[in-house]
């Protein structure tokens, strides 16, 4: 998939875990690894919001375009 997620990386820098961001953005943690780990089909734009709020940082620092060729 050539749109890559970039939250673990996000969560490293300002040294979050997965359970404290879920609690944080009120999100099952379930859900945020599904995100975390690339495997979501679609996201909010309200949770994007959330995660950009808690973490401090822009869409594009959690969203990434690869060209898959």
């Known amino acids: 998939m050539p749109i ?3 939250l673990d990386v996000m969560m490293a820098r300002r040294k979050i875990s997965l359970t404290e961001l879920a ?10 690894s ?3 780990t690339g ?3 679609a996201v909010r734009f309200s949770t994007l919001e ?3 709020k808690v973490l ?3 869409p594009g620092d959690l969203l ?3 060209d898959s060729d």
């Open 39 to 41: 495997k979501a089909k």
């Open 56 to 58: 401090e940082c822009q």
């Open 50 to 52: 959330a995660l950009c």
């Open 23 to 32: 609690e944080k953005i009120e999100l099952t943690p379930a859900n945020l």
């Open 34 to 36: 599904i995100l975390k």
């Open 4 to 6: 890559v997620v970039n």
């Open 64 to 66: 990434e375009y690869r």
